[in-house]
C-alpha cells in the first residue's frame, strides 16, 4: 500500500493532531492538547502525563514523513515511483539485482532483530533492527554503492516499523494512565476551583481521543513499513541456493585482502665508477725555459 501524505498530514492528523475537524471533539474553543500544544495542570502526576502525550504528538505527526521519505530513498536508488504499491517496488529492486546474476553475483535481502536481553520494558536500552544483504561473486564499485543503499533502506524501514510497534505500546500505557488520572480530578485540585477542574477533564478527555487517532495512525505505519520489508525479503532477491553469500561488509573487505597492492617505483641510485673516485686529470704547466 502506498503512502498517502494527505490521509496522514491532512486536518484529521497534522502536528496539532487537532480532532475537532473530524468530529471527534466538540465544537467551540478547543482544549490545547486538541491544538497540540503543551498543557501544564500544575500537578506533577498530571504533568507528567500531559508532557509524555505532546511528545508522542511531536513523534507521531513526523512519523508519516519519515515513512515517505524512507520509500523514497530506495525507489530513488532502483529508479522506481515512491508511491508505487509495495510489492511493485520490491519487484523493481529484483528487477536491478537481477542484472548482476550473469557476473556471478546473487543477493538475499534480510532483517535482523537482535534479542533484547535487557528488562521488559526498558526501551531505551532496546537493540534496533538492521538490513542485512549477503552477496556472492566479484563486486565492481558501483555495485557496492547499489547493494549499499539496499541495505540502508531495509534498516531504515525495520527500524520505522519497530519504531511504530513501540509507540502503539507507549500509547496504550498513556490511555491506561489517562483513565486513571480521570478518576483523581478532584483530589488533586481544589474542589472550589471548579474552572480548573473542567480545563483538566478537558485536556484529558481530548487526550484519550488524540490517543486514539496516534494509535490508529501507528498500527498503519506499521503495516506498510511491515509490508514493504517483507515483499523485499521475499521477492527482491536473487539467491536461489545455488552460491555461497557472506555480509556484504564481509565481501568487500576480501576484495580488499585480496586486490594487489600497487608497486612501489623503485628509486635507482647511480653507481660510482672506479674512475669517479680518482681525482679528475689536470693539464701539466708549460715549461718557462727557452727551447731553441
Do not use: W
Not at 520490491?90 to 538475499?108: D, N, S, T, W
Not at 532496546?126 to 543503499?149: I, K, M, N, Q
Not at 509507540?167 to 474552572?195: H, I, K, S, T, Y
Amino acid at each position: 500500500m502506498p503512502v498517502n501524505r494527505r490521509g496522514f498530514t491532512g486536518i484529521c492528523f497534522a502536528l496539532a493532531l487537532s480532532a475537532a475537524g473530524c468530529g471527534l471533539i466538540p465544537s467551540g474553543e478547543p482544549s490545547s492538547v486538541a491544538q497540540g500544544k503543551h498543557y501544564a495542570s500544575g500537578n506533577a502526576r498530571f504533568d507528567d502525563f500531559f508532557l509524555s502525550l505532546h511528545r508522542m504528538q511531536v513523534e507521531m505527526a513526523r512519523a508519516p514523513e519519515e515513512l515517505a521519505e524512507a520509500r523514497a530513498e530506495l525507489a530513488n536508488t532502483v529508479l522506481a515511483e515512491p508511491e508505487a504499491p509495495s510489492k511493485r517496488l520490491a519487484e523493481k529492486v529484483h528487477g536491478e539485482l537481477q542484472k548482476l546474476v550473469p557476473r556471478g553475483i546473487r543477493v538475499k535481502i534480510e532483517v535482523q532483530v537482535p534479542e533484547h536481553s535487557a528488562r521488559e520494558g526498558d526501551e531505551a536500552k532496546a537493540p534496533e533492527p538492521a538490513g542485512l544483504v549477503r552477496t556472492s561473486g566479484r563486486l565492481r564499485e558501483s555495485d557496492r554503492r547499489l547493494l549499499a543503499r539496499l541495505q540502508a533502506s531495509t534498516t531504515r524501514l525495520a527500524r520505522l516499523a519497530a519504531k511504530a510497534r513501540q509507540a502503539r505500546e507507549r500509547l496504550n500505557a498513556l490511555r491506561l494512565l489517562a483513565l486513571q488520572l480521570e478518576g483523581q480530578v478532584d483530589e488533586a485540585f481544589d474542589l472550589g476551583n471548579l474552572e480548573k477542574r473542567r480545563e483538566v477533564r478537558e485536556n484529558l478527555d481530548d487526550g484519550i481521543k488524540v490517543i486514539a487517532l496516534m494509535t490508529d495512525r501507528a498500527k498503519d505505519l506499521e503495516q506498510q513499513s511491515g509490508d514493504l520489508l517483507d515483499a523485499l525479503v521475499s521477492t527482491a532477491g536473487t539467491d536461489d541456493g545455488s552460491a555461497s553469500l557472506v555480509p556484504l561488509e564481509d565481501a568487500a573487505r576480501a576484495e580488499t585482502r585480496e586486490r594487489p597492492a600497487k608497486a612501489r617505483p623503485r628509486r635507482t641510485r647511480r653507481r660510482a665508477r672506479d674512475d669517479d673516485a680518482s681525482e679528475p686529470s689536470r693539464p701539466e704547466p708549460k715549461s718557462t725555459e727557452f727551447e731553441p
